[in-house]
Protein backbone atom coordinates (compact mmCIF):
# COMPACT_ATOMS: atom_id res chain seq x y z
CA UNK A 1 0.00 0.00 0.00
CA UNK A 2 1.48 3.37 -1.03
CA UNK A 3 -0.71 5.85 0.78
CA UNK A 4 0.92 7.85 3.77
CA UNK A 5 -2.75 8.12 5.73
CA UNK A 6 -2.88 4.17 5.59
CA UNK A 7 -1.02 1.63 8.19
CA UNK A 8 -1.54 -1.90 7.34
CA UNK A 9 -0.98 -3.98 10.53
CA UNK A 10 -0.03 -7.15 10.31
CA UNK A 11 -0.40 -10.56 12.46
CA UNK A 12 -3.11 -8.70 14.89
CA UNK A 13 -6.39 -8.87 15.68
CA UNK A 14 -8.64 -6.51 16.82
CA UNK A 15 -10.00 -7.37 20.17
CA UNK A 16 -11.98 -4.13 21.18
CA UNK A 17 -13.68 -1.42 19.06
CA UNK A 18 -14.29 1.45 21.29
CA UNK A 19 -16.87 4.10 20.67
CA UNK A 20 -20.03 4.98 22.11
CA UNK A 21 -21.91 6.33 18.32
CA UNK A 22 -19.09 5.81 15.93
CA UNK A 23 -15.51 4.25 15.97
CA UNK A 24 -12.99 6.28 17.61
CA UNK A 25 -10.13 3.73 18.71
CA UNK A 26 -9.21 0.30 18.37
CA UNK A 27 -7.46 -1.97 20.85
CA UNK A 28 -5.10 -4.77 19.32
CA UNK A 29 -3.19 -8.16 19.92
CA UNK A 30 -0.48 -8.84 18.24
CA UNK A 31 -0.77 -12.47 17.88
CA UNK A 32 2.53 -13.83 17.45
CA UNK A 33 3.85 -11.31 20.32
CA UNK A 34 0.70 -11.11 22.70
CA UNK A 35 1.70 -7.28 22.34
CA UNK A 36 -1.58 -5.10 22.90
CA UNK A 37 -2.15 -1.49 22.22
CA UNK A 38 -5.14 0.89 21.65
CA UNK A 39 -5.10 2.86 18.29
CA UNK A 40 -7.08 6.22 17.67
CA UNK A 41 -9.52 5.50 14.36
CA UNK A 42 -11.85 7.53 12.31
CA UNK A 43 -13.02 3.92 10.77
CA UNK A 44 -11.69 0.35 10.19
CA UNK A 45 -11.20 -1.86 7.58
CA UNK A 46 -10.51 -5.20 8.35
CA UNK A 47 -8.92 -7.79 5.75
CA UNK A 48 -9.30 -11.36 6.82
CA UNK A 49 -6.07 -12.79 4.25
CA UNK A 50 -4.04 -10.76 2.25
CA UNK A 51 -3.40 -13.96 -0.12
CA UNK A 52 -5.92 -16.73 -0.26
CA UNK A 53 -5.30 -19.85 0.87
CA UNK A 54 -5.63 -21.97 -1.99
CA UNK A 55 -2.82 -24.18 -2.20
CA UNK A 56 -5.08 -27.64 -0.89
CA UNK A 57 -7.28 -26.65 -3.84
CA UNK A 58 -4.56 -26.65 -6.46
CA UNK A 59 -4.02 -29.94 -5.61
CA UNK A 60 -7.17 -31.19 -6.38
CA UNK A 61 -7.02 -29.30 -10.30
CA UNK A 62 -8.84 -26.21 -9.13
CA UNK A 63 -7.98 -23.38 -11.42
CA UNK A 64 -5.90 -20.41 -10.52
CA UNK A 65 -6.07 -17.24 -12.31
CA UNK A 66 -3.10 -15.07 -12.72
CA UNK A 67 -2.97 -13.54 -9.64
CA UNK A 68 -3.51 -16.67 -7.68
CA UNK A 69 -6.92 -16.37 -7.21
CA UNK A 70 -9.61 -19.46 -7.81
CA UNK A 71 -10.69 -18.73 -11.23
CA UNK A 72 -14.34 -18.09 -11.62
CA UNK A 73 -17.10 -17.48 -14.27
CA UNK A 74 -20.09 -14.43 -13.62
CA UNK A 75 -22.18 -17.59 -11.57
CA UNK A 76 -18.79 -18.06 -9.64
CA UNK A 77 -18.46 -21.72 -11.24
CA UNK A 78 -15.10 -22.77 -10.94
CA UNK A 79 -13.70 -25.32 -13.91
CA UNK A 80 -14.57 -28.60 -11.35
CA UNK A 81 -18.11 -29.31 -11.63
CA UNK A 82 -20.08 -28.43 -8.45
CA UNK A 83 -17.29 -26.23 -7.03
CA UNK A 84 -17.94 -22.58 -6.43
CA UNK A 85 -15.76 -19.65 -5.21
CA UNK A 86 -16.66 -16.81 -3.37
CA UNK A 87 -15.22 -13.73 -1.15
CA UNK A 88 -11.60 -13.19 -1.24
CA UNK A 89 -10.12 -16.00 -2.44
CA UNK A 90 -11.85 -15.69 -6.09
CA UNK A 91 -10.70 -14.15 -8.67
CA UNK A 92 -12.67 -11.54 -10.69
CA UNK A 93 -13.29 -11.28 -14.69
CA UNK A 94 -13.32 -7.64 -14.57
CA UNK A 95 -9.82 -7.38 -12.48
CA UNK A 96 -11.35 -5.38 -9.95
CA UNK A 97 -10.86 -6.46 -6.34
CA UNK A 98 -12.77 -5.26 -3.58
CA UNK A 99 -11.80 -7.57 -0.63
CA UNK A 100 -14.95 -6.33 1.37
CA UNK A 101 -17.74 -8.13 3.62
CA UNK A 102 -20.19 -6.95 1.16
CA UNK A 103 -18.82 -8.23 -1.66
CA UNK A 104 -18.18 -11.47 -0.07
CA UNK A 105 -21.59 -11.53 1.01
CA UNK A 106 -23.41 -10.92 -2.59
CA UNK A 107 -20.87 -13.24 -3.81
CA UNK A 108 -22.08 -16.05 -1.40
CA UNK A 109 -25.64 -15.22 -2.17
CA UNK A 110 -24.96 -15.77 -6.40
CA UNK A 111 -22.84 -19.06 -5.23
CA UNK A 112 -26.00 -20.44 -3.30
CA UNK A 113 -28.11 -19.55 -6.50
CA UNK A 114 -25.65 -21.43 -9.01
CA UNK A 115 -25.37 -24.43 -6.55
CA UNK A 116 -28.86 -24.60 -5.88
CA UNK A 117 -29.49 -24.85 -9.10
CA UNK A 118 -26.35 -26.95 -10.04
CA UNK A 119 -28.13 -29.72 -8.38
CA UNK A 120 -31.52 -29.52 -9.45
CA UNK A 121 -29.72 -30.27 -12.91
CA UNK A 122 -27.73 -33.07 -11.51
CA UNK A 123 -30.91 -34.72 -9.84
CA UNK A 124 -32.55 -34.72 -13.34
CA UNK A 125 -30.24 -36.71 -14.94
Do not use: C, W
Not at 19 to 30: D, F, R
Amino acid sequence: MNNPKIEPILNTVVTKIIGSSKVEAIKIKNVNTGEERIINVDGIFIEIESQPPVELLKKIGLELDENGYIAVKPDVSTNLPGVFAAGDVAGRPHKVRFEQIVVAVAEGAIAANSAYHYILKVKKI
